[in-house]
């Protein structure tokens, strides 16, 4: 993790020059507009992509034009580029991710189990025919719910509030979003604020790369998905059945690994010290009233 200072400040990166327009242009440009104007535009697409057949197609394609519409909304209606989201680092970043988040699955999928919660056995079943509509599909809940959260939500309140306010409010929002999933409860649902929301949010903070987010989010879910344990209370075939046992603030019940305790404090651990970089490369973006 760098220490330098000498990132640019968030909130003036990517800056355009305003270009001219009316009051609806103007109003457009604030934050909170954007941020609401891309996540009912991505959520759209998500919405029209997911679960679709062929499973392979429509995820993938739900997540490239999805995308396309951060660059468009973010070009042309808050008039910023998009150094979050660019070409030129996406495969290190990704894989970085990718790497922490299967880290992260594995440890508390790993404590889990040495506590008696989890038990696993092999599943009989065909790797190609589970994988990969797992990857495709998860890739696509990863790149649209990141783009929503992280791209706009998180950037766009920032903005307005500082890092240290938006942090949280995206957090608990994420949580909620997840209220209506199968066997989700208050509980899981601060557990999704605090371990997804709160650790994904971080991970931006210190990074500023989509790509790393988008990364984590799929190597997490994925992996979970392999495991045989439910993806936020979706369940589907893995390569390995699980057998659960004990109490649901252990094993996450049928809400999964996510709605379990050890998932929890595994993921603030992670959290902190991303925090601390972020703070270290000046890469938090203060409250209005501390600016210059």
Do not use: C, K
């Not at 991710?97 to 889990?112: Q, Y």
């Not at 706009?152 to 306010?165: H, I, K, M, T």
């Amino acid at each position: 993790m760098s220490t330098t200072t000498a990132t640019p400040r968030p909130d003036a990166l990517g800056a355009l020059d305003p270009a001219p327009g009316g009051p609806m242009a103007r109003f457009l440009r604030h934050p909170l507009a954007w941020m609401l104007l891309g996540m009912v535009a991505v959520g759209a697409v998500a919405g029209l992509t997911a679960q679709r057949e062929p499973l392979t197609v429509f995820p993938v394609l739900g997540a490239v034009l999805a995308v396309v519409v951060y660059r468009v909304v973010m070009r042309f209606v808050a008039r910023r580029r998009t150094p979050e989201i660019a070409a030129r680092r996406a495969v290190p970043e990704a894989l970085l991710g990718a790497a922490i988040g299967l880290g992260f699955v594995a440890v508390s999928a790993s404590v889990v189990a040495a506590l008696g919660g989890y038990t696993f056995r092999t599943a009989d079943v065909d790797l190609v025919a589970v994988v990969v509509p797992v990857l495709t599909v998860m890739l696509g809940v990863a790149v649209t719910e990141e783009l929503m959260f992280r791209g706009f939500a998180l950037q766009a309140l920032e903005r307005v509030l500082g890092s240290w306010v938006a942090l949280p409010v995206t957090a608990v929002f994420f949580g909620v979003a997840h209220l209506l999933n199968p066997g989700a409860t208050p509980w899981t649902a601060l557990a999704i604020a605090i371990e997804a929301g709160g650790m994904l949010g971080a991970a931006f903070l210190w990074r500023r790369n989509l790509w790393f987010v988008i990364g984590l989010h799929l190597a997490w879910n994925t992996t979970v998905a392999l495991l045989g344990l439910p993806v936020s209370g979706h369940a589907e075939p893995g390569l390995l059945v699980a057998e659960v046992s004990g109490p649901a603030l252990l094993t996450g019940g049928d809400f999964g690994i996510e709605g379990s305790l050890v998932t929890v404090t595994v993921g603030v651990l992670l959290a902190v010290p991303m925090l601390v970089a972020a703070r270290r490369r000046g890469t938090l973006v203060p409250s209005r009233r501390r600016r210059p």
